[in-house]
């Protein structure tokens, strides 16, 4: 065999090998290596105990590791902002609220924009949040409450966990729709916002079931709403608001959501999806959940990124209405 010869067969050997290498690399099966949920939020909370239980479930069907890191600070953005920047191979994940829809009517510079950066795998839970008053507001309802704030116009006062957050939403909201004027007191999460209400600091609030439920059993705080349409399984004596025929489909409720940075690969996220939807339909984990005051809701990626859109357009206008405007 000539020189020739055998350098031409060389180079095309070598040329088939290195056609051949990236397409055994793009066929390994997904996952091979540990994966890693950030949570936009602190420990201890709906939106870390909802990252957790959704790994621990996630590495039992996909087989390999996964770990949560909490990212937080600026009402999500960090760990948001991770990752979106991360690369889209999804091996990093994000868990996070409805702050997604809200943050870019409030904050006027942010890193990152979900539509472009982010991928929405499906919705998990739809959280709803409670309105209940302290035990000196003369009030056994929602319509009571009304007529009581409305003869007390600017003197009374609710309580959320934070500025710009759905809870102060769902109350300017309510002042809205209810024709009243009950002032927004901001308080550094839901321990301190509970203990304000339960020590009549302020007349109301708008706060996740699951931290009000040893209050509403320890009768510290009166339940009187929760803000879905339909009651919840955890507070079956507690009307919806919307209950009270004036404020009919009255509705505001958080969310939290699975994704991953934009560009992953479609046969991952199709098995992302696959597997949260599985997990969030287990009898236990919805009995979790339920029990929690939170509601399993999954979708298909493409429904999600249309629920998000819908809530970002109405978080808009309760922010125009209320004319909230915060700076970074």
């Not at 990752?83 to 510079?109: F, Q, W």
């Not at 500025?163 to 769902?170: A, D, E, V």
């Not at 958080?254 to 479609?266: Q, S």
Request: charged content about 15%.
């Amino acid at each position: 065999m000539s020189i020739r010869n055998s350098m031409a067969r060389f180079c095309a050997a070598a040329c088939l090998l290195a056609v051949a290498v990236p397409a055994s690399f793009a066929q390994t099966p997904y996952p091979a290596q540990q994966i890693k949920i950030i949570c936009a939020f602190p420990a201890g909370g709906g939106t870390d105990l909802t990252s957790r239980l959704l790994g621990e479930q996630l590495q039992k069907i996909l087989g390999q590791p996964v770990v949560v890191e909490n990212r937080t600070g600026a009402s999500g953005m960090i760990g948001t902002e991770a990752a979106a920047k991360s690369k889209p191979d999804g091996y990093t994940l994000l868990v996070a609220s409805g702050e997604m829809a809200l943050n870019p009517h409030l904050y006027p510079r942010i890193a990152y924009r979900w539509e472009n950066d982010l991928q929405p795998i499906t919705r998990l839970v739809s959280v709803p949040n409670l309105m209940a008053i302290n035990m000196d507001v003369p009030a056994k309802n929602v319509a009571e409450f009304i007529a009581y704030a409305r003869q007390n116009p600017e003197k009374l006062t609710f309580s959320s966990s934070g500025i710009g957050n759905p809870q102060q939403l769902t109350g300017e909201m309510f002042n809205k729709l209810a024709g009243v004027k009950v002032r927004h007191v901001p308080y550094k999460g839901a321990a301190p916002q509970l203990a304000a209400l339960a020590g009549k600091e302020v007349h109301m609030t708008f706060v996740s079931i699951g931290a009000a439920k040893p209050f509403i059993e320890g009768q510290r705080i009166r339940p009187i709403g929760v803000t879905s349409l339909k009651r919840v399984s955890v507070l079956p004596d507690v009307p919806a608001i919307a209950e009270y025929p004036p404020l009919a489909g009255f509705e505001l409720v958080n969310f939290f959501g699975f994704y991953a940075p934009a560009g992953v690969p479609d046969p991952v996220l199709k098995r992302l999806n696959a597997a949260a939807v599985q997990i969030m339909q287990m009898p236990e984990i919805v009995a979790k959940f339920r029990s929690l005051g939170f509601e399993p809701s999954t979708t298909t990626p493409d429904q999600f990124r249309q629920f998000i859109r819908s809530e970002s357009a109405k978080f808009a206008t309760i922010i125009a209405d209320a004319g909230l405007k915060l700076s970074e």
